[in-house]
């Protein structure tokens, strides 16, 4: 499974696909992080936010640049369990590394700002705590999405593009409204939500966004599995 997770990352980098969801990464941290310093608690939340789109793309993109012939043999040889492991973990790892890079881009650029004295502001070391938390969250949904608009499961590049670009839009829209039927989504918009205010979460709150998550993509992934099964 290493060495098929090893194949899709080269393949997906030295085709040239990377380029431009990492294009409009650096454009979107330039937005984020040029307009002057903030609390690290916020500008982790609003990364988070930002690049769970752009983070599902990446993931349709690399596991599309398999050819079907190809992904057929694959499981044919590895079983079909670690077939698809081996492209969620390269996409799981592909998100990462981005994920670090947007961690760190606003510290050579002054934009992360101390709290202020005498004020309830969280510390800078909890924001990064926090901002560790909402990239976790943000990338796990986002590789479960990029996965559902794969072509292993849509078969055809239009029906994954609209999965790809309505679920994003549901996750924002329902993320917004909060009380149009919000366990259909993750809870990105929530996430960002509750890091955006003047006080940090409590444990509570933490732990509930944490479990929503990891039963969202459980349950999306189950399908997935029984998808890509179907239509092999």
Known sequence: MIALTRMRLAGFLRGGRAVAPLITVLVILSILYG??????????????VCLFPVLAWLTKLLLDTEPDAQRRLARLAVGPFREGAGGLLAAVLLASVVCLVAMLAPWPFGAIAP????????????GILLGILAHVLSTAAAVTLGALSGRAVTRRVLPGVVVLVSGSILVIVLGLTGSIAPWLV???????????????????????????????????????????????
């Open 35 to 48: 307009g002057g310093p903030s609390l690290a608690m916020h500008a982790y939340a609003y990364s988070a």
């Open 115 to 126: 709290p202020r004295p005498d004020t309830a502001e969280p510390s800078t070391q909890t």
């Open 186 to 232: 993750p809870p990105v918009m929530a996430t960002a939500r509750e890091m955006g205010g003047d006080h940090p979460p409590n444990a509570a709150t933490l732990l509930v966004l944490v479990v929503w998550t990891v039963l969202w993509c459980a349950v999306a992934l189950t399908g997935y599995a029984g998808l890509r099964r179907a239509r092999s």
